[in-house]
């Protein structure tokens, strides 16, 4: 009787293990993805980079972190700040963002009552998102990041690559760092055999 129930019991666990595998096994390919088409680079279901950069006062960027992370990057309205970044993707601007200053600026304050200092350092580090892009296709070398100073005052709403062509012209932003697609491709190859 007892051999019954014990039986039974691991008939009904493997069934339930078997509908579970089942389950993953279709949810893994919801959206049409499955791991042959990660290894290439398609892209099914939203992804984004997530970046760590390190700028420095000669314009270079050199790349510290990437991720690639599953979902929707959320960006943010407006671009609200003294720097403008732009990713370009076969020269098409594909996603911008922006930071409050400089990011080469240090404010702080010494002890004392000195008030606020503020000193330029030789190199600074970023964070920047690129929505619907995966790391394989930032390996193809396609893609570039450019950061510009806006002038004081100057405010950019939208993600416009005429206004910012114009703004450029105008002298009211200018390129402060930048990271070439094969530089870009060239770092992130580095980065994944470590």
Known sequence: MLGRKLIGRLVSLFAICVLVLQLCSQSSNAYGQNSEDRHRGVVNEPTYLSLVLRVHADGSICVVRANEVSGKLILPPQLDGGVL??????????????????????????????????????????????????????????????????????????????????????????????????????????????
């Open 85 to 194: 970044y732009v990713v370009v993707k076969e020269h098409k601007m594909i996603a911008t963002g922006s930071l409050p200053e400089d990011p080469l600026i240090q404010r702080g304050f010494g002890s004392g009552t000195s008030g606020e200092k503020v000193e330029e350092k030789s190199s600074a580090t970023v964070l920047v998102s690129i929505p619907e892009t995966t790391l394989r296709e930032a390996e193809t070398g396609k893609l570039s990041i450019r950061f510009y100073m806006l002038k004081s005052g100057v405010r950019v709403t939208a993600d416009n690559p005429e206004v910012l062509d114009k703004l450029v012209s105008e002298k009211k932003a200018m390129m402060r760092f930048e990271l070439s697609g094969n530089e870009f491709a060239s770092q992130l190859k580095r980065l994944n055999q470590r």
